[in-house]
């Protein structure tokens, strides 16, 4: 472990996940002279949302037409399902039907639809005898929707081939480095100087927050997210343990619009294993896996003083959100949501949970509401990614070339 060091930087990029490594990329392949460090506080890349999400690579139908989400997401699934085919990386393009479960959710698909078009995402709208010619186990009400670009990969794999890309086009990346604070001048010489939790001072000329969870933390000290704090919400899906197959397509509901959330869903991987999921339980702190690993009190104590207030307003229906999400513990009931989407399943062999996730979801502290769009904030000296959640991951290839045009181009 690095001690008592001091580096120099164009750009400090403070966070080695799909976001800080997509945009370093996207800064080396247009200025391969550029000078580029990325720190991050875990000893790898895929310790949190980047090695923990579904690896669905999304279509982009579910976002108006004027969000970021929207404009990012077609062309990201394009460009991630592009570069795993370029870069030998598994893919499985197994599709995605999106199912009615009553004749009240029948609009909520001719919804999803009209965006669809508006967002320029290939996506029909199937009749039941349409849905089942497609998977045979999907069970909606009169009609479906079907999208053929969606697919999975394992977000492991990508996450590390990129790293391993970014390494060759010579960025440092260094690990077990922790922001830790702004030095006591930050802006010497028009430079940004941090210190990070191993002893180390970094002076450069822009940082680029892509700190995830902790990414409104830091932004607090260099003057931005003043409106805005990360609510984290843990994500855990359960695993088909059958030595069968009984879905080759990615089954979801017609989600709630005014919420981030997609509910619970069947998701095909990349090795063709079934899991339904997942959850959107509140957490306790930013990092609360499981048990009581990585507690921190401070964390704690913020966290659920947020929660008591949204329980009190119940802002965005947050009571009905907590005590659906706190049932979805208990697996009878899990199982049970999303068997309501398949004519026939074996719901004893969902047995095994996965290794949780933490969904870094921005909270507007003055509205009280759910940041359903990507957040960025910044000046000539630091930029903010502060809502990189999902389909960021899918969207981090052109998501990275619109910071670098909006943000980081003179």
Same mark, same amino acid.
Request: glycine share 6%; hydrophobic share 35%.
């Given at each position: 472990?690095?001690?008592?060091?001091?580096?120099?930087?164009?750009?400090?990029?403070?966070?080695?996940?799909?976001?800080?490594?997509?945009?370093?990329?996207?800064?080396?392949?247009?200025?391969?002279?550029?000078?580029?460090?990325?720190?991050?506080?875990?000893?790898?890349?895929?310790?949190?949302?980047?090695?923990?999400?579904?690896?669905?690579?999304?279509?982009?139908?579910?976002?108006?037409?004027?969000?970021?989400?929207?404009?990012?997401?077609?062309?990201?699934?394009?460009?991630?399902? *592009?570069?795993?085919? /370029? %870069? #030998?990386?598994? =893919?499985?393009?197994?599709?995605?039907?999106?199912?009615?479960?009553?004749? @009240?959710?029948?609009?909520?698909?001719?919804?999803?639809?009209?965006?669809?078009?508006?967002?320029?995402?290939?996506?029909?709208?199937?009749?039941?005898?349409?849905?089942?010619?497609?998977?045979?186990?999907?069970?909606?009400?009169?009609?479906?929707?079907?999208?053929?670009?969606?697919?999975?990969?394992?977000?492991?794999?990508?996450?590390?081939?990129?790293?391993?890309?970014?390494?060759?086009?010579?960025?440092?990346?260094?690990?077990?480095?922790?922001?830790?604070?702004?030095?006591?001048?930050?802006?010497?010489?028009?430079?940004?100087?941090?210190?990070?939790?191993?002893?180390?001072?970094?002076?450069?000329?822009?940082?680029?927050?892509?700190?995830?969870?902790?990414?409104?933390?830091?932004?607090? *000290?260099?003057?931005? /997210? %003043? #409106?805005?704090? =990360?609510?984290?919400?843990?994500?855990?899906?359960?695993?088909?343990?059958? @030595?069968?197959?009984?879905?080759?397509?990615?089954?979801?509901?017609?989600?709630?619009?005014?919420?981030?959330?997609?509910?619970?869903?069947?998701?095909?991987?990349?090795?063709?294993?079934?899991?339904?999921?997942?959850?959107?339980?509140?957490?306790?702190?930013?990092?609360?896996?499981?048990?009581?690993?990585?507690?921190?009190?401070?964390?704690?104590?913020?966290?659920?003083?947020?929660?008591?207030?949204?329980?009190?307003?119940?802002?965005?229906?947050?009571?009905?959100?907590?005590?659906?999400?706190?049932?979805?513990?208990?697996?009878?009931?899990?199982?049970?949501?999303?068997?309501?989407?398949?004519?026939?399943?074996?719901?004893?062999?969902?047995?095994?949970?996965?290794?949780?996730?933490?969904?870094?979801?921005?909270?507007?502290?003055?509205?009280?509401?759910?940041?359903?769009?990507?957040?960025?904030?910044?000046?000539?000296?630091?930029?903010?990614?502060?809502?990189?959640?999902?389909?960021?991951?899918?969207?981090?290839?052109?998501?990275?070339?619109?910071?670098?045009?909006?943000?980081?181009?003179?």
């Amino acid at each position: 472990m690095r001690s008592s060091l001091s580096f120099e930087s164009e750009f400090l990029i403070i966070g080695a996940g799909i976001v800080g490594l997509t945009i370093a990329r996207e800064l080396k392949l247009r200025n391969p002279s550029a000078e580029i460090i990325i720190i991050d506080k875990e000893s790898n890349s895929i310790s949190h949302g980047s090695g923990r999400n579904s690896g669905v690579i999304h279509a982009g139908f579910y976002y108006p037409a004027d969000s970021l989400k929207a404009k990012l997401t077609c062309q990201g699934n394009k460009e991630l399902t *592009q570069y795993c085919l /370029a %870069n #030998n990386v598994p =893919i499985n393009r197994c599709g995605k039907l999106v199912v009615a479960q009553n004749k @009240t959710e029948v609009d909520g698909i001719y919804e999803l639809e009209k965006r669809a078009k508006a967002n320029g995402v290939d996506v029909s709208v199937v009749s039941e005898q349409e849905a089942l010619a497609i998977e045979p186990n999907a069970k909606t009400c009169e009609v479906a929707l079907f999208s053929p670009t969606t697919a999975s990969a394992d977000p492991k794999q990508v996450t590390g081939k990129i790293a391993q890309e970014v390494l060759q086009l010579g960025v440092q990346i260094h690990y077990q480095t922790g922001f830790s604070q702004l030095g006591s001048q930050p802006y010497s010489h028009l430079k940004s100087i941090v210190q990070t939790t191993n002893g180390c001072q970094y002076q450069t000329k822009k940082v680029i927050n892509c700190a995830g969870l902790y990414a409104d933390y830091i932004a607090k *000290q260099f003057g931005f /997210a %003043n #409106n805005y704090a =990360i609510v984290p919400f843990k994500g855990i899906y359960l695993k088909y343990q059958g @030595t069968d197959q009984p879905i080759k397509t990615n089954i979801y509901p017609v989600p709630n619009l005014n919420n981030p959330f997609l509910g619970v869903h069947y998701t095909v991987t990349v090795n063709n294993e079934i899991k339904i999921g997942p959850t959107a339980i509140p957490a306790f702190w930013r990092e609360n896996y499981q048990g009581l690993s990585n507690f921190n009190l401070f964390e704690c104590t913020t966290i659920l003083k947020q929660q008591a207030q949204l329980w009190l307003n119940n802002s965005f229906n947050f009571r009905r959100l907590a005590v659906e999400e706190m049932r979805k513990y208990q697996r009878r009931h899990f199982v049970e949501l999303a068997a309501n989407m398949v004519k026939d399943i074996d719901q004893s062999k969902f047995t095994k949970w996965t290794a949780p996730g933490i969904r870094a979801q921005l909270l507007n502290t003055k509205t009280l509401t759910l940041e359903q769009d990507f957040v960025i904030e910044g000046n000539n000296h630091s930029i903010h990614i502060l809502n990189a959640v999902s389909p960021a991951w899918t969207s981090s290839i052109p998501f990275a070339r619109y910071v670098v045009d909006n943000y980081l181009t003179n």
